[in-house]
């Protein structure tokens, strides 16, 4: 029998403390907790990984304040696009999702996605319809609709500069990357990832960014690790990342803190690739690196107390 | 200066020589030969890798007997959903592009996506909205239509089993994967890769496969290898294919033969994945494995002759 833990993590960025209330770092620090609580509670009953990352992820899509789910950010045409994917370390069976409208879980379509339909990347309205086979549950645009992502949508929908060269002008300061994400090792030793994401405010043109991507965004292997990412995702696809950090174990022996390091601070700096992940090896070892000034993070290992961090 | 070189792909899978008459195989042949001409052409010239791998895979894209462009297959709604991808190995950047209609070659809007989106993924209808803002040749439905496609379609269009069970049963006897695909080496060294596809016969829901997922199907990097897949995608894309045999070549010292034999005919094998891939090294080495009966492949080396192969 292994320990078992979960991580899970809200979204890398410039996390401006100026910007922070002591309400909503409250605000913040109670989701990533129940979040973490969903999660462990599947663990400590003796459940799946895959089962407790899903359910970490679902808490995490029911939150407002985090960019997936109900709090997801605004399309350049109003709307709310979605990503996610789920990853089974003990199988390697995956399911993801890429611009799914509607669907108030997209981490749970993703894991239906994995199971039911033959496929593991689905995308668009088409996906839209699996899930209404599916008899998944639907949700209005007003559930998705929340005050603070109309507003930072309202500041930048006539302008695509934001689109089309990544400036951050049009941001005011704060820049986050707000997927959300857990990993955890379960009784069993086996390994389970997941990741759900709104994407880019104001995005368009159908922009598929790392989070549905198996190998870039999420990645679960029993014999090496389970990855969730957050960050600036075209360089998270050009780089591999999950993945990479998986091979730095298995083909070249590194530590999952050390392949984590190289990634994360070396590798996806030198391209100007800003954001995090979390990690979690077969060993129960966690790791939460990130470039960027913070990333909403916490942890639970089998027995201790839950650790939650914003800022470095 | 290097020795530079091309190979490619026409898709692999169960090619029945009892279905092949002496035409078809003949125009299967001219179609490879004038592809890799295409290519090697601009490397001869001393263009770059890139360039020849885009215009070796838009020639297969406007030739109507492979699985991309002009002859993609039928979806479920009797349409034509394309997925593509191309990554420059010098730079890590890459364009990718899901679920494209109407494009005429959507190796060229990856290509296109790449250099002027600001991403590296877009899909479905959204992306071809900014193809039209890029002032990409479009075609009818018509141009699109070809009768031997229209009648495999027509052959399995009203039963699902094809999409959630994968059996076979649905199809007669040969089973292809009629992705397309390049990789260079040019003359300054520098990788390239490409593949596009219109995936599976009568797939719905939006499937995406694994040739426009970077680090699946379609990889390039100039510390190790250039590659582009074909095969059962689902599998491609669990295993991470392309980024493995990277990997395997950079982290553990394996050759290229070693890598690619490696995950083809043993990982791949062991996991139920059927097809291949094309591959070329740093070195200008070439590989190209498959684990099926056949793949449509052709290579030129500098000065040297043409090889076009068919089967084992």
């Known amino acids: 029998m292994k320990n078992f833990a979960i991580a899970i993590h809200g979204g890398a960025g410039t996390i401006l403390r100026s910007l922070m209330t002591p309400e909503k770092e409250a605000q913040y620090t109670n989701a990533l907790q129940n979040a973490i609580d969903a999660g462990y509670t599947i663990l400590d009953e003796g459940g799946s990984s895959l089962d407790a990352v899903e359910a970490a992820v679902m808490s995490m899509e029911n939150f407002p304040l985090f960019n997936a789910g109900k709090g997801a950010v605004f399309t350049n045409k109003g709307l709310h696009e979605m990503d996610a994917a ?77 689109q089309l060269d990544h400036s951050d002008k049009t941001e005011k300061g704060e820049k986050k990357f707000g997927t959300v994400g857990a990993v955890a090792i379960d009784i069993k030793g086996n390994l389970a990832a997941a990741t759900s994401t709104g994407g880019m405010t104001n995005k368009r043109y159908g922009r598929v960014g790392d989070s549905p991507i198996i190998g870039a965004g999420t990645y679960a292997n029993n014999n090496t690790c389970a990855i969730s990412c957050t960050g600036h995702g075209e360089f998270f696809i050009r780089a591999v990342v999950a993945y990479d950090i998986s091979c730095l174990m298995e083909y070249k022996g590194l530590t999952l803190k050390a392949a984590c390091d190289y990634v994360v601070k070396d590798k996806l700096v030198k391209m100007g690739g800003e954001g995090g992940l979390i990690a979690i090896d077969k060993d129960g070892n966690i790791e939460l690196p990130f470039n960027s000034e913070g990333m909403y993070r916490a942890w639970k290992k089998e027995g201790e107390e839950t650790v939650v961090k914003i800022y470095e």
């Open 86 to 162: 789920i990853m089974d370390g003990k199988t390697l069976e995956a399911g993801a999702v890429s611009g799914i409208s509607s669907v108030q879980n997209p981490v749970h379509l993703a894991r239906i996605i994995k199971e039911k339909s033959g496929h593991v990347m689905l995308s668009g309205g088409e996906a839209a319809k699996f899930a209404k086979k599916m008899n998944l549950p639907f949700q209005p645009d007003e559930y998705f609709y929340t005050e603070e992502r109309f507003q930072q949508w309202t500041a930048v929908k006539d302008s695509d500069t934001y």
